[in-house]
């Protein structure tokens, strides 16, 4: 848990509309905007794939979700 707080020290988790903390791994859900997906690729996160109607991506432990 301790390491996923860690993490969470370094995003801005107010681009996303949901914030979900587990023991080793951050799922953050928010807007599909141009705003947010140029926020990802501060943090590093740019491979977005499209399923499901939304898109999302993976780096390290966290998890990004963003609906339309």
């Known amino acids: 848990m301790n390491k996923s707080l860690e993490i969470l020290n370094s995003v801005d988790v107010s681009f996303f509309y949901c914030c979900t903390i587990w023991k080793n791994e951050i799922n953050l859900q928010g807007h599909s ?3 947010v997906l140029d926020y990802c690729k501060t943090i590093g996160i ?6 499901n109607g939304h898109l999302t991506a993976k780096k390290d432990n ?7």
């Not at 740019?46 to 399923?51: A, D, L, M, S």
Request: glycine fraction near 0%.
């Open 46 to 51: 740019e491979n977005f794939t499209f399923n």
């Open 62 to 68: 966290i998890n990004i979700t963003l609906t339309y």
């Open 33 to 35: 905007t141009k705003e």
